[in-house]
C-alpha cells in the first residue's frame, strides 16, 4: 500500500501544560477519528500545525517534538505574525464569512492575502521535503486552497486529493473575492476535489465555468491536460462510537438525573461553536416568539444551549457572545418565574461522554446554522438516540440536511417558521419520531466517518488522468368527455394507483399515506352504484391493509403480485424466482451509499433504488449509471429494469400491473368501462392492459402512452370527485362532502 500524506491547519493533537508537566493528547474531532485508521495504516505522516509552542523550554518542546515524531506527525511551526495573517486574518476574516455568505462579515481593511500564499508555500516546501514517488496526498480544508496547485508544480505525477469541509459558495458570492481565480487555479492542482454536497460540487463547477471560462460538468474538467474529478463525498461521524457512549449506564445515569432536573419538561437541545454562523440569536429569538405565541408552553420547555469558545481572538466573535448572553437574558428576565428558567446557557466545552448525555436527555435537538458546511452534531444527535425517538430540527442552509431529509427542516432566516416547527417537534406524536428516528440513524450508521475516508480514498485512487418533456395537459374538455362517458356506462371499473397519483409523495414512503380527504373520496367511490374500485400500487401489502382494509376496495399490491378482496385473505397472482436479488442487492445498495439521501427499498419480488431525498441532477446521474450496471445482469436474470419517479426498480420479469385488468372485468362481464390512472413507468402497463374502449390517464409532467393528461395529485382527486358528484343524485350528502 502507497503511504498517505494528510495535511491540515492543525494537527489531530493537543498540546497542553497541567501541573507543570507537559502533554500530547489526541483530539476528537471527526476528522482526527476518521483518518485515523489511514494514517496508521499506511505508514504515513500528517502534516500541520500543532499551535504555539513558544512557551515551552528547551526540554519540554524536545518531549513534544519526540512525541509527535512517534506518532508520525510533522509540525510546521507559525510564528505570531503569520498565525494572525493566514490563519485569523486571511482564512477566518475572509474565506470563513465569504464561504458562508456571511459577505458583511469581511473587513474593510487590507486583508493578509500574501501571508496566506506564503504559509501555504510553507507548508508545500515541508510536504515536498518527505514525498516519495507513489504517496498520495490528501489536502485538507479552506486553509490550504492553493496547496494543491503548488505540490502539482513540484510533482507532476503525485497523486493529490483536496476536501473542503466548508460550503463552496455560489458562483456570484465567490465572484466578490479579489484572488478567485488563483484560489480556483489553486484547487485544480488535485486530482480530486471533494464535498460534503452535489450542491457545493456544482458551485465549483459553475465557478469553473463561469470565472475561468473552462468547460467543467459535474463530474469534473479537463485543466492543463489533466483530468481533474469533483465529487461529493458527506463527511459523517464515528456513530458507532456515540451510540456506544450513549448506551454507557454512567451516560444514561446522567441523562435520567438531567431529565429529572427537568421533570415535566420538554428539553429543547442546542450545541454549537459560539460563532456567528450557527444562528443563535435567529434561534433564540424563534424561542421567545414560542414562548410569546403559547403562553400554555411556559414552565413546559426548558433550552439547554451549550456555546463553545472559539476564535475568541477574532472581534467578530467576541460580538457574537454578547448579542447571545444579551438575548438569553432578555428571554430569561421577561419569562422566568419561581419554579422555572426557560433557558440555561453554558458558555463553555464538554467531554464527549457529556454530550453523549445531553443528547440522550434532550427531546427536541435544535441545529439551526444560517449557513453550515455538514454540521455533525446533527449526527452526533442521531447516533445518541439509541430509543430511536426525539426530533431533529435542522436547518436547511447545512449540508447535513441533504442527507438528512427526515428532520423537519427550516430557514433560519425565517423565525416565524423556526417557531412553527419547534412547536410541532415539541407535539410530534411517538409513532413519527420514530419513523423520522430510524430512517435518520440507518443513513447516519450507513454513512460514517469511516465509510467517509474510504470512498473518498476510494475515489482518489480511481481518479487521475434524456429530459423528458411534458406533454400538454389534456384540456376541461376532454376531461369532461372522459367523465361523461364514464357516468353512461352500465358498470364502471376504476384501476387506481397512489403514490405520485392520489398521495404526494414523500421524502420517506412511510410518511406518505393516505389523509382522511382521500381515504373519504376512496370510500364514496366504492359505495357508488355499479362501480368497482382497484387500488394498484407498488406498495407492499402490509401498508394497503393498514390504510385501506377497511375499506369496499380491491387491493392489489407490488405492482399486482399480491390480490386482497374485501374482506379476504392475500393471494399471490403469480409464482416468481427472487433468487436474482442475491446479486443484485449488494450493487444496489453500493449505489445508494454512494449516493447521500438514496436507500434501497425491497419487497417480495423487487428491489427498488429511491433517490427523492438525493439532489435531483446527481440522483439521476447516479440512477443512469446503475442502470448500466445492471443492464448486464438482468440479460441472465428473469427480471426487469424499470426507471420510475425518483426511483430504479428491478422487478421479477412477468409481474406488473397490467396482469389485474383482465381477471376484474371479467368479473364485471362485458360491458364494463374501465379507468385506469397512474403517474410513472410502472402505470403504462396497466394503461396497455385496458380494452380499446378504456380510459388512461397519466398524472404529472412523464412521458407517457395514456391519451389524458392531468397536472397534479389535487387535478387528480378533483376528477375523481366530479365523477361522483356526476353520479350522485343532486343534493346527496355525500357528493356534496367531497365535492
Not at 512557551?55 to 510533522?74: A, F, I, M, S, T
Not at 465529487?231 to 457512549?245: E, I, T
Not at 391519451?707 to 353520479?727: N, S, T
Request: one cysteine or more; proline letters at 5%; aromatic letters at 8%.
Amino acid at each position: 500500500m502507497s503511504r498517505l500524506l494528510l495535511v491540515s491547519n492543525r494537527l489531530p493533537v493537543t498540546v497542553s501544560r497541567m501541573d507543570g508537566v507537559v502533554t500530547v493528547e489526541p483530539s476528537m474531532g471527526g476528522l482526527a477519528t476518521g483518518l485515523s485508521g489511514p494514517h496508521r495504516d499506511s505508514d504515513g505522516w500528517w502534516i500541520g500545525w500543532p499551535g504555539a509552542l513558544d512557551d515551552l523550554g528547551p526540554e519540554e518542546r524536545g518531549q513534544v517534538l519526540g512525541k509527535l515524531q512517534e506518532l508520525r506527525l510533522l509540525p510546521i511551526e507559525l510564528s505570531e505574525e503569520e498565525v494572525k495573517g493566514y490563519y485569523e486574518g486571511f482564512s477566518n476574516r475572509v474565506l470563513w464569512p465569504l464561504f458562508h455568505y456571511l459577505l458583511d462579515h469581511i473587513p474593510e481593511e487590507p486583508v493578509q492575502w500574501r501571508t496566506y500564499a506564503k504559509v501555504n508555500e510553507r507548508f508545500a516546501d515541508l510536504v515536498a521535503s518527505i514525498y516519495r514517488e507513489g504517496d498520495r496526498i490528501w489536502i485538507h480544508d479552506y486553509h490550504l486552497c492553493l496547496l494543491p496547485k503548488l505540490l502539482r508544480e513540484a510533482f507532476p505525477r503525485a497523486k493529490i486529493g483536496f476536501f473542503l469541509h466548508i460550503p463552496f459558495p455560489a458562483m456570484e458570492v465567490l465572484q466578490a473575492l479579489p484572488w478567485r481565480n488563483e484560489l480556483l487555479e489553486g484547487l485544480l492542482g488535485a486530482d480530486l476535489v471533494g464535498f460534503h454536497t452535489t450542491g457545493y460540487q456544482r458551485n465549483f463547477s459553475r465557478s469553473l465555468s463561469s470565472l475561468l471560462g473552462l468547460p467543467a460538468t459535474l463530474e469534473g474538467v479537463r485543466f492543463q491536460d489533466r483530468e481533474v474529478r469533483f465529487a461529493a463525498v458527506p463527511m459523517g461521524v464515528d456513530a458507532r462510537r456515540f451510540a456506544a457512549n450513549a448506551a454507557d449506564p454512567e451516560v444514561e445515569a446522567h441523562a435520567r438525573r438531567i431529565r429529572e432536573e427537568n421533570a415535566g419538561q420538554v428539553i429543547l437541545l442546542g450545541i454549537d461553536r459560539l460563532d456567528y454562523t450557527k444562528g443563535l440569536t435567529r434561534r433564540l429569538a424563534a424561542l421567545e416568539r414560542l414562548l410569546e405565541r403559547h403562553a400554555e408552553l411556559r414552565e413546559k420547555v426548558h433550552l439547554i444551549q451549550i456555546a463553545v469558545p472559539s476564535r475568541t481572538r477574532i472581534e467578530d466573535y467576541a460580538e457574537s457572545e454578547q448579542r447571545v448572553a444579551e438575548l438569553v437574558g432578555r428571554i430569561n428576565g421577561a419569562f422566568s418565574t419561581e419554579r422555572w428558567t426557560p433557558v440555561r446557557y453554558f458558555h463553555r466545552g464538554f467531554t464527549p461522554r457529556e454530550l453523549a448525555a445531553f443528547y440522550r436527555a434532550a427531546d427536541v435537538m435544535l441545529v439551526t446554522p444560517v449557513r453550515d458546511g455538514m454540521n455533525l452534531v446533527a449526527k452526533e444527535y442521531v447516533a445518541c438516540r439509541v430509543d430511536e425517538d426525539g426530533v431533529l430540527v435542522l436547518s436547511e442552509l447545512a449540508g447535513a440536511a441533504a442527507e438528512l431529509g427526515e428532520a423537519l427542516l427550516v430557514n433560519p432566516y425565517d423565525v416565524d417558521g423556526m417557531e412553527r416547527a419547534i412547536h410541532r417537534a415539541i407535539e410530534m406524536s411517538e409513532e413519527e419520531q420514530r419513523v423520522r428516528m430510524r430512517a435518520l440513524r440507518r443513513r447516519v450508521f450507513a454513512a460514517d466517518v469511516h465509510w467517509w475516508a474510504r470512498t473518498f480514498l476510494d475515489y482518489l485512487d480511481r481518479s487521475g488522468g434524456t429530459t423528458a418533456n411534458a406533454s400538454t395537459y389534456s384540456s376541461d374538455e376532454d376531461l369532461e368527455r372522459a367523465l361523461g362517458l364514464l357516468a353512461a356506462a352500465r358498470h364502471r371499473v376504476l384501476f387506481l394507483d397512489l403514490d405520485g397519483t392520489l398521495i404526494r409523495f414523500q421524502g420517506v414512503p412511510e410518511l406518505a399515506r393516505p389523509d382522511e380527504e382521500l381515504l373519504e373520496l376512496l370510500r364514496v367511490l366504492s359505495r357508488l352504484p355499479r362501480t368497482t374500485v382497484h387500488v394498484v400500487s407498488g406498495r407492499k401489502r402490509e401498508f394497503l391493509a393498514e390504510w385501506l382494509s377497511d375499506l369496499d376496495l380491491t387491493l392489489h399490491a407490488e405492482h399486482g403480485l399480491w390480490t386482497r378482496d374485501p374482506g379476504g385473505p392475500w393471494r399471490m397472482a403469480a409464482d416468481v424466482s427472487v433468487a436474482w436479488k442475491e446479486s443484485f442487492r449488494p450493487v444496489m445498495e453500493r449505489f445508494a451509499d454512494e449516493t447521500p439521501g438514496a436507500f434501497v427499498e425491497e419487497k417480495s419480488a423487487s428491489l427498488g433504488f429511491h433517490y427523492r431525498l438525493a439532489d435531483l441532477e446527481f440522483g439521476e446521474l447516479q440512477a443512469g449509471r446503475l442502470h448500466e450496471a445492471l443492464r448486464p445482469m438482468a440479460e441472465h436474470d428473469p427480471v426487469e429494469i424499470l426507471p420510475g419517479d425518483k426511483i430504479l426498480e428491478v422487478r421479477a420479469r412477468g409481474v406488473d400491473k397490467g396482469m389485474v385488468v383482465a381477471p376484474a372485468l371479467e368479473r364485471v362481464g362485458p360491458l364494463a368501462m374501465a379507468l385506469a390512472m397512474g403517474d410513472d413507468r410502472t402505470d403504462e402497463d396497466l394503461f396497455a392492459a385496458l380494452p380499446a374502449d378504456g380510459l388512461a390517464i397519466h398524472v404529472g409532467p412523464r412521458p407517457s402512452a395514456a391519451p389524458l393528461r392531468i397536472r397534479d395529485v389535487a387535478g387528480a382527486r378533483a376528477f375523481l370527485a366530479r365523477l361522483v358528484q356526476r353520479l350522485s343524485r343532486p343534493g346527496n350528502r355525500v357528493g356534496a362532502r367531497v365535492g
